[in-house]
């Protein structure tokens, strides 16, 4: 099924969609993730162009989310646990108990490990950071509504695969998945 979507986009650049996106480091991302949670991509973009608007046309440091009222934050239409979530990842690289250089020399099962001790930080946000900072080669997000749906579609299933299905579905992509995952997210806006 992945060879087939190969074949028919040859010139496909898995990687097209963060043009569209703000520049954004390991924090950055983290921030892009959180508010990405339970909302689409286009839902995504408009909050963060709302929370940038909030510091000057940038997304914040972390250092400017804390010292920004959290209503600041949640003026830019983000809920109190988003907010809450953004600032105690603030202040993990506030304080430098996470950094981008630290984390870029972790196994992926540790980043997932390290960053999930953080309240609202969960395995789809983890996943979305190791794709989208780190360039990741072999991450699949099983809990991705869109991904389920597109596997869905493609593989002919009478069902909403569960999680436990995409994992098992994506095993023979290795050591390829974040690419195969990225032609299947392509295919619900074809």
């Given at each position: 099924?992945?060879?087939?979507?190969?074949?028919?986009?040859?010139?496909?650049?898995?990687?097209?969609?963060?043009?569209?996106?703000?520049?954004?480091?390991?924090?950055?991302?983290?921030?892009?993730?959180?508010?990405?949670?339970?909302?689409?991509?286009q839902a995504t973009r408009r909050l963060?162009?709302?929370?940038?608007d909030q510091f000057a046309g940038r997304?914040?440091?972390?250092?400017?989310?804390?010292?920004?009222?959290?209503?600041?934050?949640?003026?830019?239409?983000?809920?109190?646990?988003?907010?809450?979530?953004?600032?105690?990842?603030a202040a993990e690289f506030a304080s430098?108990?996470?950094?981008?250089?630290?984390?870029?020399?972790?196994?992926?099962?540790?980043?997932?490990?390290?960053?999930?001790?953080?309240?609202?930080?969960?395995?789809?946000?983890?996943?979305?950071?190791?794709?989208?900072?780190?360039?990741?080669?072999?991450?699949?997000?099983?809990?991705?509504?869109?991904?389920?749906?597109?596997?869905?579609?493609?593989?002919?299933?009478?069902?909403?695969?569960?999680?436990?299905?995409?994992?098992?579905?994506?095993?023979?992509?290795?050591?390829?998945?974040?690419?195969?995952?990225?032609?299947?997210?392509?295919?619900?806006?074809?």
């Amino acid at each position: 099924m992945i060879g087939q979507l190969i074949d028919a986009h040859p010139d496909f650049d898995p990687r097209a969609w963060l043009a569209e996106l703000p520049s954004m480091d390991a924090f950055g991302t983290l921030i892009f993730q959180i508010v990405g949670q339970q909302l689409s991509i286009q839902a995504t973009r408009r909050l963060l162009t709302r929370l940038r608007d909030q510091f000057a046309g940038r997304l914040p440091t972390p250092r400017q989310v804390l010292d920004a009222d959290p209503h600041t934050l949640h003026a830019a239409g983000l809920s109190r646990r988003k907010v809450q979530t953004i600032r105690a990842v603030a202040a993990e690289f506030a304080s430098e108990r996470i950094t981008e250089r630290g984390l870029r020399a972790m196994p992926d099962a540790e980043i997932e490990a390290r960053l999930t001790t953080i309240p609202g930080i969960g395995p789809w946000t983890v996943h979305g950071f190791l794709i989208i900072a780190l360039g990741r080669d072999d991450v699949v997000l099983p809990g991705d509504l869109a991904l389920r749906k597109a596997i869905q579609r493609v593989y002919c299933l009478d069902h909403l695969p569960s999680q436990e299905e995409v994992v098992q579905i994506a095993e023979p992509w290795r050591p390829y998945r974040t690419l195969a995952s990225a032609y299947l997210f392509a295919t619900a806006f074809e």
